[in-house]
């Protein structure tokens, strides 16, 4: 391993398999699956970290990796301190508030006065309420967002969503949009300089692959 090899921190799950695919055209051996490993050296020197995507910006804000892919919505969550360098464009999908269609806040019916949002967002939440002098009581959720509108726990999510096929199988609809989200390439700022050539190459090599 040579001071230009790079340490590369993926994310595992939805992003995994672009990820993969835009490095690979990059000219970086990534494998197809990684099952239970934790980490891969490539032939070409490359060190690659299998992390849970919210793990990735502590990863490269600390220098265990000098980069990483990571997606938009994760980083509007951590106060990590790495540098966004370029949008890759994959793994689009759209933060939104939502709730049940029969109560009708898509269509402008009035809010409850004491609004309870359920959400594993609740950074982005509390941005996007505070920003419309909305009192709201947020409710952190890891997992089943779209059950609580249903069984009364609360009266809107703040949830990601890709396609919406998961808001339509609960009859939930778009309240309004907060943001867009894709996966972004990020850097250790102090690796940056250190290994400027290294990761400019690789930054120019993942921005000519189309999205």
Do not use: Q
Not at 89 to 94: E, Q
């Amino acid at each position: 391993m040579t001071d230009k090899a790079l340490t590369i921190a993926l994310p595992k799950g939805a992003l995994y398999r672009d990820a993969a695919a835009r490095l690979r055209a990059a000219g970086i051996d990534v494998p197809e699956h990684v099952g239970r490993k934790l980490t891969v050296r490539t032939a070409d020197g490359t060190t690659l970290l299998f992390l849970r995507p919210s793990d990735v910006p502590a990863y490269v804000e600390f220098g265990s990796a000098d980069c990483g892919i990571v997606g938009k919505d994760t980083l509007w969550e951590t106060d990590r301190n790495v540098a966004e360098l370029a949008d890759l464009g994959f793994g689009y999908c759209r933060l939104v508030l939502a709730g049940r269609r029969i109560d009708r806040y898509h269509e402008g019916a009035p809010l409850p006065t004491f609004l309870r949002v359920a959400t594993k967002f609740t950074r982005s939440a509390e941005t996007f309420f505070a920003e419309r002098d909305l009192p709201v009581e947020l409710i952190p959720l890891h997992g089943s967002v779209e059950l609580s509108p249903l069984v009364g726990l609360a009266d809107l999510i703040v949830d990601l969503v890709a396609t919406g096929t998961t808001l339509r199988e609960h009859d939930l609809v778009v309240v309004e949009e907060i943001a867009e989200s894709t996966a972004r390439f990020v850097v250790n700022p102090v690796r940056f300089r250190a290994k400027y050539d290294a990761l400019t190459a690789l930054l120019e090599r993942l921005t000519a692959v189309p999205a």
